[in-house]
DNA sequence: AGTAGTATTGTTAGCGTTAACAGTCCTGTG
DNA sequence: CACAGGACTGTTAACGCTAACAATACTACT
């Protein structure tokens, strides 16, 4: 079994001390221009590289983040994740990237788990632990940036889209072309989320005084299964709704898949509007009409701050919010 | 800044030696029930979390493995990520996972990343390296596995789908419908499985004696715009093609949209077979005929062949080859 | 020549953990 | 009662690197 070449190795092979070497490694001044030269050249000789965790030991850095999604292979999370990793490039981090697999268990696994590889910091998305499980488990981590989610009180960052504002203009489209009675794929019970998009759901029906009725919410996993199955249900229960407002694109695309099943015409009979504008949004047959928030940007901005909280920036970075807007297609022109 | 708490806190508190905290944490037996109760007490009380990385400098293991994909968002890779990673959960590990966005430099980079971080061992998928670069890179890691990449010569191990038989069954099933004309877009020219498809996309053609035309091939990236832009071309300069084999699903979909622009009917006037069967496959109209390994079982089986090689088994563990199986749906009948 | 100042290099200690070995304390036996 | 042998606990020295300080060599002056 080769040995990694050592720090040491390389010292003894160009006849000078280890802290030459590590001069030359972190490029710090202070090292005559023969010398440097003269040892790079036997570290490309050797082959040598640096361990990494051997000086994380002594500088308490890792230059590693921790990236937790419930589902990387979600297209939303996916997009998320390409936009937090390039910027954490960017800046020379590089990124572990956790699925929690939409459990809690596996999500509070995976904070210990980051916390004993001593990552720099955390970006958290959608987290979905309650409030105490999540400060709780937070307080082990020195710096976090929560995306999708809002945690009152102590020093967190958060980058959140404006998903109240989400339900809020997709109900009101949707009322404005006159539909009244409109469900709501609600998604998983305990995303908050859902829950703001509830509650723009609803402000949009107050803004036009008309009335909602609680059975038109259903709750579902936010994928297409999921979303097949609680509009087949729904629009089961209560044929006399005409649109359906969904929690994310993929149970809008099971939407679909059930209006095919009952025979019913997208968007004639029923009208959906989905939310996040997944790359399939635009796909599908009928093309979804979806309300946006760039992904790529809230994963990006997201980075961005927890880097700077890194740095130390911790009154000035607290939260961004980006605002959605609706993408008009033909499933709810 | 709170410092993290040592164990060297842990054993003062306790009154007991470093090592007796040790040996509790790591559940080496030698330690009374009681001694090791009390431990496990303060562990709790102080929020202990034992440093992976001063572990890793004395153990010269990480728990800590490289998952290289060229794009996590593209749904083929992230299925493969998927089963990768849940295989390194179910064994300890975590997993780094890397995207190289489809650059040579970018993948040189990310690997000498992994190797300074000492991960245990390296899951290369569809590495876009030629053979020197990519043997000169892999001799700095200790363990390795391919996926979708094949090596010759020595120990790494790989995991294939056969895409020679995958490019032959495709292209089979369209001359059995009597296409005789068969477009091919080919993806990046720099692919492996591209080339082992083109083999099997020739080797169907010899089946039946019938002749191909080199130029009926067309290179593109591996995604929707590659494939529409290089099936508008291929189908302009050669409106006598009746059907095309695309790369990959994403290429396909791309496929149908130049079709849809071109004011083409498929599979009427051109019939379309993709690749992989991602979640799209199925969920665009019309729903793409295409050729399927389980992706989450390439990703499996992956790394349960690189956590195989990592405990010593060279021998025995260095290749698997999947067979790929025809999906059959509405664009290639 | 002597000296202060600067550029370059070296030395020491310690980051938080575990391997390897060295005790110490029992228990049962001859 | 002495003692072998297990059960438990402690001690020491690394692992590969960098911070902080110490030493040396060289430069340009007076």
């Keep these: 079994m080769p040995r990694y070449v050592t720090m040491a190795d390389v010292a003894r092979e160009a006849g000078v001390s280890l802290m030459t070497v590590s001069r030359v490694i972190n490029d710090k001044g202070e090292v005559s221009t023969l010398t440097r030269q003269h040892v790079q050249e036997i570290i490309e000789r050797l082959g040598y590289r640096p ?150 759901y609803h402000a949009a029906f107050a803004e036009v005084d008309a009335t909602w009725d609680p059975e038109w919410m259903e709750h579902c996993t936010p994928m297409v299964d999921g979303g097949q199955a609680a509009a087949y249900k729904l629009l089961t229960a209560h044929p006399e709704l005409t649109a359906l407002f969904c929690f994310n694109d993929l149970v809008a695309v099971g939407a679909l898949q059930a209006c095919e099943e009952l025979g019913l015409v997208v968007p004639g009979d029923v009208a959906i509007v989905g939310t996040d504008d997944i790359p399939l949004a635009a796909l599908v047959r009928p093309a979804l009409t979806t309300c946006r928030v760039s992904r790529y940007e809230l994963g990006k901005q997201a980075m961005q701050l927890l880097l700077k909280r890194i740095e130390g920036c911790l009154e000035e970075c607290q939260t961004i919010i980006l605002k959605p807007e609706l993408v008009i297609r033909e499933s709810a022109p």
């Design 51 to 200: 361990s990494n965790i051997a000086r994380g030991l002594v500088t308490q850095r890792t230059g590693t983040l921790g990236l937790v999604v419930p589902d990387s292979a979600n297209p939303f999370f996916s997009e998320v994740a390409r936009g937090a990793e390039h910027a954490a490039y960017a800046h020379g981090y590089n990124v572990f990237l956790c699925n929690t697999e939409e459990s809690t268990e596996q999500e509070l696994n995976v904070l210990k788990s980051l916390d004993e590889k001593r990552v720099d910091g955390l970006l958290l998305c959608s987290s979905r632990l309650d409030k105490t499980a999540l400060h709780q488990a937070l307080l082990q981590h020195p710096v976090t940036v929560l995306v999708n989610r809002w945690l009152e009180g102590d020093g967190v960052g958060a980058v959140l889209a404006d998903d109240r504002l989400g339900g809020l203009i997709a109900t009101r489209h949707l009322l404005q072309r006159g539909h009244r009675k409109i469900g709501f794929l609600a998604g998983p019970p305990n995303s908050h989320s859902g829950r703001l998009r509830m509650e723009g």
